[in-house]
């Protein structure tokens, strides 16, 4: 990687992350857990997925799947949430299961989940038992409305997380209903917050020796998002919406000739430079040009703008409103983003090449770091792919004990 | 709060001891910096009584109480003590160099500086990564901006309405009714508003930092952390990504509907704007939940053999949601996830702000913590938001209310940096440090009747009570 953050200053152990050293076992399925420690992964953390045997995490089973077939080691969400960690099986119901546990858990320094409050405690997953046998283990505990309160057990999907924290509700357009996004953003909003507070345990640990039990719910996390619409209500009484259809469309997605754009007045240039940037000479009119005008004559203004997108394609409109210090938006698809000449130069796609997936380039880190660069070390594990290495390797199960352990179902 | 499961807190918070220079503004860092206040770091806040570089949400974002501005206006942003409970204040106006040297001043003896400035305000200001690692050699520092400080677009401002769709999760995102206002549905992505690219940014620095942190400890080394908002928009789509590098596939709109699971939406309740979310996930969900309606007068069809299978479902969903929705109709929100969940089915009301608020599981945990605010902002007591996490062996919560503008100025300067009492009162004869706004008035409100015309709120609450 050149032009990276890493230009300033180079990496301080090239090659490795900044949690090397820290060991993850992670026994969670689908999104919320798996991208809590996902993100540890990235940034350099030994994570080792821990998944029932024959069945292994549910996302192995949600489409799309590469190819189109649905086959355990092609679901996209599966190959994306999971790369970067180890993977062995290991059946947590049964006691022989049980006491592997504990003999990974010894090693480890943090533990993430995403059971039911019931489950896990039918499994043992509580921090009393699990704390007993490491004192130094932080437990991460991700559910949909944390382990206490009168909705503890109810069961959500991501639809229903969406809908109960109050982002759905401002979702979408005002004159419709409310609307969800397909790629379950509750959960990568609480694996986010997991992975936060996950290290900020680490953290204290390094002060107390202890570790604790740290509890995520996905509804609160993503209610944390409504800076504005619960001080309105605090502050003012005030209820605030969906985006309203009416207005001038600045700020909004608007349609261009390729597709969609979202013309902004933000930033620190005056109107006349938005005006002249979509190129229509009747915006210029001074009625245009303030807030309260702009509020005023807001469907006018709307006719206007929707004239002068017409002649823009997306990317040149957006080019453009850069380098005129303007901050427009556009709407981009998978595939834009894909080949997006800036994302490519500052290196975000890596080539990954997955044993039965074949290779694709996969979207990186997030942020650029000058104490690391980003790698993939691991394509996502298949199922027990690590089981060899870290039972016979690290614990010192021998190859037939492995045997015994396969037919008992346990691995 | 649940407290800890053994009874234990630890008498220091996790962040105790690290000292945070937060130079940013507006919503996803202020936030940021906000936790880290609230995990026990000391934050500084770095603004200034200059108006015109104040930060906003001070001013235009509000809102004000009543929506009343009054004269005090830059201490009675609710937003503003959202993003920024918890921190003292420091005003500095750091166009001048005698600002910026003070702010290297402060760096040195400090951990952390957040700050969000596009890549060359802060060369021109000299306070880039490797001017204040010089002063602070194992600083950790997250520069947040749109697009980060490399590649072509690096100088590109951003704001996260923009952005949203610009990073491809709006691609995922869309109706599949014909729209109202003329949009078309198969190729008119969405948004989820709410700047919900600013928070992705918010969780993202705060997990760098506490990475760093861990690092600093191990090596004794610092981190600059690059963040650009765009780039982590792209990662939270990163498995949509996928699909089109592997298989092609550029989106997947398919409005609240599933590609496994029917019936599953958003569906409308008693009353104006009631609305409830119900996802049947498998054959077991369907039974519980077809029992549901089937004793219901007049909802006997949902027992329809097409209904049994997962396929007839997914393939008679518009049927299928008719019936629910015509159900739903007759019932309350809530209602409807009591019976559904007693039943085992997933299924939940879609809350506003008011419903967050007064929603029994949310009071019962202690979300929204009461913060008392000083007389001069006539703010009173007033609820916030709290955290998505609860660490067993704390009782993390809001700390105090954001300090007054410049309320720590002598403070800071005199106990952490050893200037005197006649050196601060020249830095404030010379403006470059002061408590009182210069060159601004009150920001102009919107009625909030005229606010309800504009479709920016739905209603004004008649009982509204101030939390």
């Known amino acids: 990687m050149t032009e990276s953050a890493g230009s300033s200053t180079s990496p301080a152990n090239p090659g490795q992350g900044i949690l090397e050293g820290v060991r993850v076992l992670d ?108 004192p130094e283990l932080v437990l991460t505990s991700i559910t949909p409305f944390g382990q206490s309160g009168p909705y503890r057990d109810f069961s959500a999907t991501d639809i229903i997380t969406c809908a109960m924290s109050g982002l759905m509700y401002h979702s979408g357009d005002s004159d419709r209903k409310p609307l969800r996004n397909v790629l379950d953003q509750s959960f990568y909003v609480a694996g986010a917050n997991a992975a936060a507070a996950t290290l900020a345990a680490l953290f204290q640990r390094l002060n107390t020796g202890e570790g604790q039990r740290v509890e995520v719910s996905i509804v609160e996390c993503l209610a944390s998002h409504l800076v504005q619409a619960v001080p309105y209500y605090t502050y003012m009484g005030a209820i605030k919406g969906r985006r309203p259809v009416r207005g001038s469309g600045f700020e909004e997605l608007m349609p261009a000739k390729d597709g969609y754009v979202v013309p902004s007045v933000q930033g620190s240039q005056p109107w006349p430079v938005v005006a002249e940037l979509i190129g229509l000479e009747e915006l210029k009119d001074e009625r245009f040009a303030t807030g309260a005008g702009r509020i005023e004559h807001g469907e006018e203004l709307k006719e206007l703008l929707i004239k002068g997108l017409a002649n823009w394609d997306r990317k040149p409109l957006f080019q453009a409103s850069g380098e005129q210090r303007l901050v427009f938006g556009m709407a981009q698809d998978a595939g834009d983003l894909f ?43 298949l199922l027990g792919q690590h089981n060899t290495e870290i039972y016979c390797e690290e614990l010192g199960y021998t190859p037939s004990d492995l045997v015994n352990l396969r037919s008992g179902g346990i691995i | 709060m649940t407290g800890s499961e053994s009874g234990q807190i630890f008498k220091k918070r996790p962040l105790d001891g690290i000292r945070v220079v937060d130079l940013s503004r507006v919503f996803a860092m202020p936030f940021a910096g906000a936790n880290l206040a609230d995990f026990g770091a000391e934050v500084i806040k770095i603004d200034t009584h200059h108006t015109q570089f104040m930060d906003t949400t001070r001013t235009i974002t509000g809102p004000f109480p009543d929506n009343d501005p009054g004269e005090a206006y830059w201490e009675r942003a609710g937003t503003f003590h959202t993003l920024n409970r918890g921190k003292t204040s420091l005003t500095l106006d750091l166009r001048s160099e005698a600002a910026q040297d003070l702010l290297k001043d402060l760096v040195r003896v400090s951990d952390i500086v957040l700050e969000n400035f596009t890549p060359r305000v802060m060369a021109r200001f000299g306070l880039d990564y490797a001017s204040l690692r010089a002063v602070r050699p194992d600083l950790i520092m997250v520069s947040n901006t749109g697009y980060g400080h490399s590649g072509p677009w690096s100088n590109f401002g951003a704001m996260a309405s923009a952005l949203e769709p610009t990073h491809g999760t709006g691609a995922f995102m869309g109706y599949l009714e014909d729209s109202p206002n003329g949009r078309a549905p198969e190729d008119a992505p969405n948004k989820m508003g709410n700047s919900y690219t600013d928070f992705l940014a918010t969780w993202t620095a705060l997990t760098a930092i506490m990475a760093s942190l861990l690092y600093r400890a191990r090596t004794g080394q610092g981190n600059w952390v690059d963040l650009a908002m765009y780039q982590v928009g792209v990662s939270y789509a990163g498995e949509g990504i996928l699909d089109y590098a592997f298989n092609g596939r550029r989106t997947r709109r398919m409005g609240n509907r599933h590609q496994s699971m029917a019936p599953h939406g958003c569906y409308p309740c008693q009353g104006e704007n009631q609305w409830v979310t119900i996802a049947v996930r498998d054959d077991a969900d369907w039974r519980a939940f077809s029992q549901v309606l089937a004793v219901e007068e007049g909802f006997g069809g949902i027992l329809d053999e097409k209904f049994e299978e997962p396929l007839g479902r997914l393939n008679n969903q518009d049927e299928l949601d008719d019936i629910v929705s015509r159900w739903t109709s007759t019932q309350g929100q809530y209602q409807v996830m009591e019976v559904l969940q007693k039943a085992g089915v997933p299924a939940g009301p879609v809350l506003n702000a008011r419903g967050l608020l007064t929603d029994p599981h949310f009071r019962d945990r202690g979300y929204f913590e009461a913060v008392e605010h000083p007389p001069e902002t006539g703010l009173g007591r007033r609820e916030y938001i709290g955290r998505g996490w609860r660490l067993s062996k704390n009782d993390l919560s809001i700390t105090k209310p954001a300090s007054l503008l410049g309320e720590e100025n002598d403070l800071v300067l005199h106990q952490l940096l050893g200037l005197t009492e006649a050196q601060i009162q020249s830095l404030e004869q010379v403006d470059l440090i002061g408590k009182t706004p210069v060159g601004g008035t009150a920001p102009a409100t919107v009625s909030l009747e005229r606010q309800v015309e504009l479709g920016w709120t739905v209603e004004r609450d008649p009982d509204f009570l101030p939390r």
């Open chain 1, 339 to 381: 080949d997006c000449e800036h994302l490519r130069e500052r290196g975000f796609f890596v080539e990954v090449d997955h044993p039965v997936s074949g290779k694709a380039e996969y979207p990186g880190m997030g942020p650029k770091m000058s104490a690391m660069d980003f790698e993939f070390r691991y394509p996502a594990p």
């Open chain 1, 27 to 134: 026994l969670s399925s689908h999104v919320s857990g798996p991208f809590c420690a996902k993100l540890m992964a990235d940034y350099g953390a030994d994570v080792i997925k821990v998944e029932q045997p024959s069945l292994g995490d549910v996302a192995r089973r949600s489409g799309p799947f590469v190819g189109d077939d649905p086959h355990p080691d092609k679901s996209v969400q599966f190959l994306y949430l999971n790369s970067n960690k180890r993977g062995i099986t290991l059946d947590l119901t049964s006691s022989s299961g049980k006491a592997i546990l504990k003999e990974l858990l010894a090693k480890a320094d943090v533990l993430v989940e995403n059971f039911s409050p019931v489950d896990s405690k039918n499994l043992g997953l509580d921090y009393h038992s699990l704390g007993a046998v490491n």
